[in-house]
């Protein structure tokens, strides 16, 4: 045997009987957003440790990232096991089972976080979110007050705060909200997205529309193909081919804003194909944007953008009366869509505008009584558009057998 060899299974011997090491790279891979291989590390404690608490806390935080959250909640249940009398144990169960749509075991778990801490905002916070799940939004209501009286400044909780006061069609209850959060962080983009439905509901359009700037800061862009295509309709011919041949093409996944039509998980995972030029194209655009915009628009959401560094793709095929309900980009900075392929009907007159994107317009599950200001931009091939990604926005149904295939992204922190 090697002298290598021999010291790589010394290491490898240490590392087992001290799992401390292994979880403290894990830790690091984590920290880094190599999740998949966090994980392994993780697993391989668990292999010889199975109630190891910290690997199986860390394996739920990392399960929960990667959106598979029965697998981050069979962790932390067994977290609870070893530990019962920790309130963050019970907070972590409790946060894993609203993600994984338990909200009733969800109440509990943090209920009894609460019990063994009773200043515990977070806890207060995801318990409000608990609350939400089950509709009972009184409560909820109650909970996010309890986190904000510890915690002023706690952003989530005044936000969804004044979410959950639109949703019972109290605007002037959740313009103050969104004011709170707004004082502390006055580029918070669910404060700013609040803010300004609120002001519409209680009379004042004008703030609403000064927020918004949906004639400022929605840009559009239209490409000419990048180098390796012949032109344009080949390179779009290639993204559609790509996003209809991907294995996580889904129709309607949960959670998502998508209505008749279906949807891919991040296409910015290799093999990315043609969306490598793609995602090139997005980053020029992104730069051409924030030179243009910060210079002739003051915005306070524009002065806070930090450095972007990551970046979701994913595309979505709408089939006839497709649509997108109206939504945020909740965790982006920037968001934005490509058009690769368009339906016959989006070509021609098109008087209703089918199909097209649509800005300003509240989701149907806030209670609205007046009419609100809304941009419609019509989409084309090889049209791009980039947002704020507090901008609600919608897509308009359209009928045709055709299908519409457009690739949206996010910027993020």
């Known amino acids: 045997m090697s002298r290598k060899k021999r010291r790589q299974q010394k290491k490898e011997s240490a590392h087992r009987e001290n799992p401390s090491l292994i ?23 668990l292999t010889d440790h199975p109630q190891h608490p910290h690997a199986l806390n860390l394996g ?18 067994s977290v609870v096991k070893v530990h019962p009398d920790s309130s963050q144990a019970h907070f972590n169960l409790g946060t894993a089972l609203t993600a994984n749509g338990e909200p009733e075991e969800a109440i ?30 009184e409560t909820a209501i109650l909970s996010y007050r309890n986190a904000l009286d510890l915690v002023p400044d706690y952003p989530g909780a005044a936000t969804n705060l004044a979410s959950s006061l639109l949703r019972l069609g109290r605007p002037q209850d959740a313009l103050d909200a969104s004011n709170q959060a707004l004082k502390f962080y006055p580029g918070d983009r669910d ?14 359009p004008d703030s609403a529309a000064s927020i918004l700037s949906m004639d400022r800061i929605i840009r559009k862009k239209d490409f000419d193909a ?5 032109d344009l309709a080949e390179f779009n011919k290639a993204l559609v081919k790509h996003v209809l041949s991907h ?15 279906q949807q891919t998980e991040n296409l910015a995972l290799e093999p990315r194909g043609p969306i490598a030029q793609l995602q090139e194209m997005i980053i020029a655009a992104y730069d051409e944007y924030m030179s243009s915009v910060s210079k002739e628009v003051d915005h306070p959401y524009i002065r806070q953008i930090p450095d972007l560094g990551k970046i979701d793709i994913w595309g979505t095929v709408l089939d006839r009366t497709g649509h997108q309900t109206a939504h945020m980009h909740r965790n982006a900075w920037i968001s934005g869509v490509y058009y690769a392929q368009l339906p016959d009907v989006m070509h ?26 809304v941009r419609m931009f019509e989409p084309r ?27 949206a992204f996010d910027l993020l922190a």
């Open 23 to 45: 979880l403290n790279e894990a830790l690091r891979l984590y920290k880094s957003g190599n999740l998949k291989l966090a994980l392994r590390k993780c697993q391989s404690v």
């Open 60 to 77: 739920g935080s990392i399960y929960m990232d990667l959106g598979q959250t029965q697998q981050s909640v069979n962790c932390l249940r």
């Open 108 to 137: 509990s778990s943090q209920r009894r976080a609460l019990e063994l801490k009773p200043d515990y905002p977070q806890a207060l916070f995801n318990l409000g979110n608990a609350y939400r799940q089950t509709n009972e939004l």
């Open 191 to 204: 404060a700013l997205a609040f803010k300004a439905i609120a002001a519409t509901e209680v009379g004042d």
């Open 226 to 230: 990048p180098a390796g295509f012949a």
């Open 247 to 261: 294995p996580t093409l889904t129709r309607e996944p949960a959670n998502v804003a998508t209505r008749h039509g």
């Open 348 to 373: 021609s007159v098109n008087e209703s505008r089918s199909g097209w994107i649509e800005f300003g317009r509240p989701p149907d599950e806030f209670r609205c009584t007046v009419e609100h200001r």
């Open 381 to 407: 091939e090889g049209r791009m558009f980039m947002f704020p990604s507090f901008e609600f926005h919608r897509t308009i149904p359209f009928e045709s057998s055709q299908q519409r295939i457009s690739i």
